[in-house]
């Protein structure tokens, strides 16, 4: 089968690999039909992280048929059309119970040489039971790029939203305009935010923002985009930030632009952050949470709204490609000619 791999800054390659097949008998195997890129997999794209000598296979997010089942798989079964949250779960453990399922004790997350990646034809998924979903509407191709957002980048601006403690009347103010972002304004409106400040510069990004919800836009970055929110919000900030980038600059820009009892749900994967202990975190009485999306904890509540037509997060693809593809998706994505790829198979 082919596969995703990536060796070293801008070196990603589609080649041949061992096809997928069930190890463990709490395993499934998937035939992957829909997969994306990630803002995150632009970090190892831009050079950061480690590149073992046979490379790392790439992708986390996909929808696929379920091809074959271990012995101990119960819940789902051959045929079923099934989403792939980025995490996989057994489901059952302290953890996964208290709806943190990106910590469980048997899990870990797709695209490392262990258990492969999703920008491939097929995947091997552990704890299969735990992890994976079962999509009603089978096989309906209108609504597939809105339901593969929910295997990450909608549940991930859904987690920042309800860390950040996201309710009806707050102002809300989202630090990002990427795929993240734009999911986050939706989330945001959907838990009934009464103002949403997009925090961004793309033309086209901010377009799609405001027809997701966003009132406002800040284009500015740093000490200017503070003072403008904080003139939009007289004075006071956000009750509500959902920091969706990751860099330290993003960061510093969410801590001075919440409001003092204000919080912060961040979920872009941090790079160099730095969060001081006091000042404004401890004297403004900030609470700051978030991290990697449990999906597995949001999807089956999500899923609904996407198949009523509530949400349409699949907006945010904005470039659809074949696996062949996959090298331009990467490059499109990383110039900014994309806002998210989607790789059909």
Known sequence: MRATMIYGAG????????????KESTDAVIRITHASICGSDLWPYRGYGEYPDNGRPMGHEAIGVVEAIGTDVHHIKVGDV?????????????????????????GGFFGNPEVGGAQAEALRIPQADGTLVPLPGGRDKALMPSLLTLTDVMATGHHAAVTARVSPGKIVAVVGDGAVGLCGVIAARRLG???????????????????????????????AAIEHVRELTGGYGAHAVLECVGTDSSMQTALHIARPGGAIGRVGAPHGVNIPAADPTFYSNLTISGGPAPVRAYIESLIPDVMEGKIQPGRVFDRVISLNDIADGYRAMDQREAIKVMIEF
């Open 11 to 22: 070196d990603v390659r589609l080649e041949n690999v061992p096809d997928a097949h069930i």
């Open 82 to 106: 099934v989403a792939m949250p980025f995490a996989f779960s057994d489901g059952t453990c302290v953890h996964c119970l208290e709806g943190v399922h990106t910590s469980c004790v048997h």
């Open 193 to 223: 935010a009464e103002e949403i400040i997009i925090m961004g510069r793309h033309p086209g990004r901010i377009a799609l923002a405001k027809e997701f919800g966003a009132t406002n836009v800040v284009s500015e970055r740093d000490d």
